[in-house]
């Protein structure tokens, strides 16, 4: 079949002519579920451990950053530029390298380091993802190069889903050179089906969910 005569079928089956122009697309349909702040925390909690990721839910920033040094005995780690981590203590932890903006010093360290320790733009309840929007602040390679990534997310970063997360940055390109979700820890399988963890990105996830106060 020539291309011409496949491209026509085409057209014939879409009720288009030659030369016509494209039809605008459909208006975006967004279905935010309602669930209260409990059960999107259920429901992410849920679906992280179901993909074998850690949650924690710390109730202030003590009990946040006592979990994070805990992970860290005897592991080095490296934190992102976000705010928070030093704002909460965790930035400034024995063993943990912070403020590395330097591209080439960030690859080489985070290659090194055990823990990656992050925070996350949001999270969503119904996958259990974490969010991360690429940025001086969070750059991508603390959380996909150390075998362990640590993210510390308060609770009113959790959203419902994918469509709530689109009515708050809907053009996300804008905003970033990439926007990444992180459902789990990393894991491939191969033509046998034998699941292997830890081939692409970080085998371990801890997720502390920060209680707002």
């Known amino acids: 079949m020539s291309r011409e005569v496949m491209l026509a079928s085409i057209r014939s089956a879409l009720g288009r002519s030659e030369g016509a122009p494209v039809a605008d697309p459909p208006p975006v349909r967004l279905r935010i ?120 997310v308060p609770v009113s970063k959790l959203l419902t889903g994918l469509d709530e997360l689109f009515t708050f940055i809907p053009r996300p390109k804008e905003l970033s050179s990439s926007m990444v979700l992180i459902t789990g820890p990393s894991r491939t399988a191969d033509i046998e089906q034998i699941l292997v963890r830890g081939v692409h990105g970080p085998g371990e996830l801890h997720v502390v969910l920060l209680a707002d106060h």
């Open 33 to 152: 579920p309602t669930f209260n702040l409990e059960e999107r925390i259920q429901q992410f909690h849920d679906a992280l451990v179901a993909l074998n990721a850690h949650v924690y839910h710390a109730n202030d920033a003590a009990s946040a950053t006592a979990y994070v040094a805990a992970l860290l005995e005897n592991r080095s780690g490296i934190a992102s530029n976000a705010p928070l981590l030093s704002e909460l203590g965790i930035a400034q932890l024995p063993g943990v390298l912070h403020g590395v903006t330097d591209l080439d010093q960030l690859r080489a360290e985070s290659a090194v380091r055990a823990v990656g320790i992050t925070s996350a733009s949001y999270a969503l309840a119904d996958t259990g993802s974490l969010v991360m929007l690429s940025s001086v602040e969070e750059a991508r390679l603390v959380s996909l190069l150390p075998p362990i990534h640590l993210a510390v």
